[in-house]
Antibody, heavy 124, light 107 residues
Framework: EVQLVESGGGLVQPGRSLRLSCAGS????????MHWVRQAPGTGLEWVSG????????AYADSVKGRFTISRDNAKNSLFLQMNSLRAEDTALYYCAKARGIGAANTGDTFDMWGQGTMVTVSS | DIQMTQSPSSLSASVGDRVTITCRASQSINIYLNWYQQKPGKAPKLLIYAASSLQSGVPSRFSGSGSGTDFTLTIRSLQPEDFATYYC?????????FGQGTKVEIK
C-alpha cells in the first residue's frame, strides 16, 4: 500500500524555524518527484514546493522562495521542508504529495497520492 | 501565474442528480488540467488527470472534458459518498495553481 506520513508540525513563533518530514512507503520513492502542498484553515489548496527524483530540479512558490528549502533523502525514502522566517500566513496543514512523473516542474504532471498532512501554526 | 476560477463555489444536489462543475484558466493550458476530491478532514484524492483521463480506481460516473481555457467535471449520477469539495489544478506551468474549490452539498 502506497503511504505518505508527514511529521514535524507544531506551534512556532513568528520568525522561527520548523522542519517537516514525510516518509514514503509502498512505492519506489526515488522514481518520482515529490511536492509539498498546503491548506490554510477553511481555505483552498496552495502548492508550496517540488523536487525532482534526484534533487536535480527544484521549484518554489513565490510566497516561500528564499525562506523554505525542500530536500529529499532517497536512501531513507524521505522528503523534507525546512521552513525559516515563518510568518502568520504560513499557518496551514502541510501535505506531502507524490507526483506521477520524475521532474519538479514537468508539464502534465499530477499529485496522485497525498499524505494526511501535518499542521503548522505560526503565532506568538 | 495562471489563475484558475471554478464555478459555482457551492451547489446543492440530490442523490442521482447529474452535476457539472466548471473550471476556467486565465490563459490556455492545453489539456493540462487535473481534478481532485476532498472530503472533510481528509487529504485530496486525484480523480481526473490531463483533462479527461480517469485515475485508476475512480468510479466511471466521474468524467472530465475540455481544453485550452475551459474545463468541466461531470458526475453522472451523484452518490452519497460524492458529497465533498472538488478542486481543479493546472499542470501547464509552475507555480502549479488550484481553483478555489466547489463544495457539493446534499439538497
Amino acid at each position: 500500500e502506497v503511504q505518505l506520513v508527514e511529521s514535524g508540525g507544531g506551534l512556532v513563533q513568528p520568525g522561527r524555524s520548523l522542519r517537516l518530514s514525510c516518509a514514503g512507503s509502498g512505492f519506489t520513492f526515488d522514481d518520482y518527484a515529490m511536492h509539498w502542498v498546503r491548506q490554510a484553515p477553511g481555505t483552498g489548496l496552495e502548492w508550496v514546493s517540488g523536487i525532482s527524483w534526484n534533487s536535480g530540479g527544484i521549484a518554489y512558490a513565490d510566497s516561500v522562495k528564499g525562506r523554505f528549502t525542500i530536500s529529499r533523502d532517497n536512501a531513507k525514502n524521505s522528503l523534507f521542508l525546512q521552513m525559516n522566517s515563518l510568518r502568520a500566513e504560513d499557518t496551514a496543514l502541510y501535505y506531502c504529495a507524490k507526483a506521477r512523473g520524475i521532474g519538479a516542474a514537468n508539464t502534465g504532471d499530477t499529485f496522485d497520492m497525498w499524505g494526511q498532512g501535518t499542521m503548522v501554526t505560526v503565532s506568538s | 501565474d495562471i489563475q484558475m476560477t471554478q464555478s459555482p463555489s457551492s451547489l446543492s444536489a440530490s442523490v442521482g442528480d447529474r452535476v457539472t462543475i466548471t473550471c476556467r484558466a486565465s490563459q490556455s493550458i492545453n489539456i493540462y488540467l487535473n481534478w481532485y476530491q476532498q472530503k472533510p478532514g481528509k487529504a485530496p484524492k486525484l480523480l481526473i488527470y490531463a483533462a479527461s483521463s480517469l485515475q485508476s480506481g475512480v468510479p466511471s460516473r466521474f468524467s472530465g472534458s475540455g481544453s485550452g481555457t475551459d474545463f468541466t467535471l461531470t458526475i453522472r449520477s451523484l452518490q452519497p459518498e460524492d458529497f465533498a469539495t472538488y478542486y481543479c489544478q493546472q499542470s501547464y506551468r509552475t507555480p502549479w495553481t488550484f481553483g478555489q474549490g466547489t463544495k457539493v452539498e446534499i439538497k
